[in-house]
């Protein structure tokens, strides 16, 4: 069996269901959101969401870190941590450092929070940072997607 086809295939998996789950939780859940009223109905309901989606976004953070790191190790990679034109590589590990912190830390750490003592902060406002997060958040993984495709496949953008 070829286990480096199959890190691969479970890496891009992750990613698929992942990335994809920020893309449209930024696309279109957050955007449908902020035209229901009152803003305090919609935190509720995507606290609910963000509950459920965190719950299966920290395996699939758990698979991607995994096989990307197994597929270091058989292709002893580590070198190109010191190479900035494989510039993918760093921003790969970046993105998902970003996303292990919010959800194994950050995420329960709010929700324990949020039960002992409810949330005071302005719905509206708290609605607008979440939709800037998500969608910086959404754009430094694509562009991290684009460069990983192309850096794997022996397009390495700005270098030889
Ligand atoms: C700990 C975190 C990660 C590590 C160690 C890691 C490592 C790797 C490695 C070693 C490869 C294969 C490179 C090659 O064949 O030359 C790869 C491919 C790839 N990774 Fe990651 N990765 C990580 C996280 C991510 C994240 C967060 C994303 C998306 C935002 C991502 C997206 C991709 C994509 C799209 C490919 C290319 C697959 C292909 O076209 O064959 N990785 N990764």
């Keep these: 069996m070829d286990e480096f086809a199959l890190a691969r295939t479970l890496h891009v998996l992750g990613v698929v269901l992942w990335i994809g789950g920020v893309a449209m939780v930024t696309t279109v859940l957050l955007p449908t959101l902020s035209r229901l009223r009152p803003a305090s109905d919609e935190l509720a309901f995507f606290d609910r969401f963000r509950r459920r989606f965190a719950r ?10 995994l096989s990307g790191f197994y597929m270091i190790y058989v292709l002893n990679a580590w070198h190109r941590f010191t190479e900035w034109h494989y510039w993918w590589m760093h921003a790969m590990v970046f993105i998902w450092l970003i996303f292990t912190i919010m959800l194994f830390v950050m995420e329960p750490r709010a929700r324990r929070a949020q039960q002992t003592a409810p949330a005071q902060l302005d719905s509206e406002k708290k609605l607008t940072k979440l939709q800037r997060v998500h969608w910086i958040l959404l754009i430094l993984s694509l562009i991290t997607v684009a460069g990983a495709v192309a850096g794997s496949h022996g397009w390495l953008i700005f270098g030889a």
């Design 56 to 65: 299966q976004a920290r395996y699939t953070t758990l698979l991607v870190g």
